[in-house]
């Protein structure tokens, strides 16, 4: 059984970082294509970043230059260093992985059979 738990959320004010973690247990880490996605109250869960199996990132444009994404593969990890942190990135974050993602379809929140419990990021002064 595949489990994700996310951490390292919380508030922070506008134009700080903050760095999440997330812990892929029970799969094949090394095949996955993992990452992030966000939803804001009111709003559509989508794409902030992902690697795949390759270390191949995919960003949101709106994270582009601010956030990064990495993979540990000996401790099933995957990071989002998040800097520079605006309030309309105040949402809950989910950690997501897959083995079976097509590449042109890697921004679809459906396409992830497996996500963690969320955890909040809430910027604000």
């Known amino acids: 059984q595949v489990r994700l738990v996310e951490s390292g959320g919380g508030l922070v004010r506008p134009g700080g970082s903050l760095r999440l973690a997330c812990e892929v247990s029970?799969?094949?880490?090394?095949?996955?294509?993992t990452g992030w996605f966000r939803q804001a109250p009111g709003k559509e869960r989508e794409l902030v970043a992902v690697?795949?199996?390759?270390?191949?990132?995919t960003y949101a444009d709106f994270v582009r230059g601010r956030f990064t994404i990495s993979r540990e593969s000996a401790k099933n990890m995957v990071y989002l260093q998040m800097n520079s942190l605006k309030p309309e990135d105040t949402a809950v974050y989910y950690c997501?992985?897959?083995?079976?993602?097509?590449?042109?379809?890697?921004?679809?929140?459906?396409?992830?059979?497996?996500w963690g419990q969320g955890t909040q990021v809430t910027v604000s002064s």
């Open positions: 997501v992985a897959d083995a079976n993602i097509i590449f042109s379809s890697r921004h679809m929140a459906a396409q992830y059979d497996y």
């Open positions: 029970g799969g094949a880490f090394m095949r996955y294509t």
């Open positions: 690697t795949n199996q390759y270390r191949q990132p």
